[in-house]
Nanobody
């Protein structure tokens, strides 16, 4: 199973970006999907998660500005980021709880990370 993230880049404060993360491989089912971020010198932190049925959870720092969504048919999770702030600068990682077709075991997979830079 591989998670391929895309959509990062550089924007000015107040701008928007949309991240995408597509899962591929021996997938039987994907439960929770999410986005995490890691800023320079800081620990990785949760940004948002979404369950298979669509319920969502957000970090307080992004509520009202970021929206997570998913397309189960495409095994893809999205993160729409609006009103970006310099504090949002980080490498963003996608995550998925995947049940694989091999042995039907469930484990977490991570994408490779995509850099988001917000300038003031």
């Amino acid at each position: 199973v591989q998670l391929q993230a895309s959509g990062g880049g550089s924007v000015q404060a107040g701008g928007s970006l949309r991240l995408s993360c597509a899962a591929s491989g021996s997938i039987f089912r994907i439960d929770d999907m999410g986005w995490y971020r890691q800023a320079p010198g800081k620990q990785r932190e949760l940004v948002a998660t979404i369950a298979w049925a669509g319920s969502t959870n957000y970090a307080d720092s992004v509520k009202g500005r970021f929206t997570i969504s998913r397309d189960n048919a495409k095994n893809t999770v999205y993160l729409q980021m609006n009103s970006l702030e310099p504090e949002d600068t980080a490498v963003y990682y996608c995550n998925a709880a995947v049940t694989t077709t091999r042995f039907f075991l469930t484990r977490a997979f991570w994408g490779q990370g995509t850099l988001v830079t917000v300038s003031s």
